[in-house]
């Protein structure tokens, strides 16, 4: 009996490499996107740490030069901070682009995998029908060899 061929097998192949390239893609876009999270996880802890020194500083007898510049460190650091939420939201942008690309080629993929078990059930079913009609036709044979003895 002749193995089952899906006809499009090259396209589903097709369709399982480019999720398989988006899949990797969707993880190098989430790592990076974690690296950012750390980072401006990192500038908050220092921007509170900050804003706590030059807070205690306010408090104490301290020279306006050493309140000016803890001020002027802190006011970096919520800039720096803002240029790091730009770039975690535009990582979650990549992320969530990617997400959609990955989602789209894996139901192309499933519907050519649901093709492809339609296609075999067909194949399957034709297959047990030549079978049957193999039997049928041995049948008849040995019974008209039968009745040509008597």
Do not use: C, P
């Amino acid at each position: 009996m002749k193995m089952f061929e899906f006809s499009l097998q090259r396209v589903l192949d097709a369709k399982l490499a480019v999720e398989e390239s988006l899949e990797i893609r969707l993880g190098n876009a989430q790592r990076h996107l974690d690296v950012s999270l750390r980072k401006l996880d990192s500038i908050r802890e220092r921007r509170a740490r900050e804003a706590r020194r030059v807070a205690d500083l306010k408090g104490r007898h301290v020279s306006a030069r050493e309140l000016a510049s803890g001020s002027g460190y802190l006011q970096w650091v919520e800039k720096e901070m803002a240029r790091q939420t730009d770039e975690v939201r535009q990582r979650e942008k990549e992320v969530d682009a990617v997400r959609r690309e990955w989602m789209v080629a894996m139901k192309e993929r499933k519907t050519f995998e649901r093709l492809k078990e339609k296609e075999r059930l067909e194949w399957r079913y034709e297959q047990n029908r030549k079978e049957q009609k193999d039997l049928d036709d041995l049948t008849s044979a040995v019974f008209y060899r039968q009745r040509q003895r008597v």
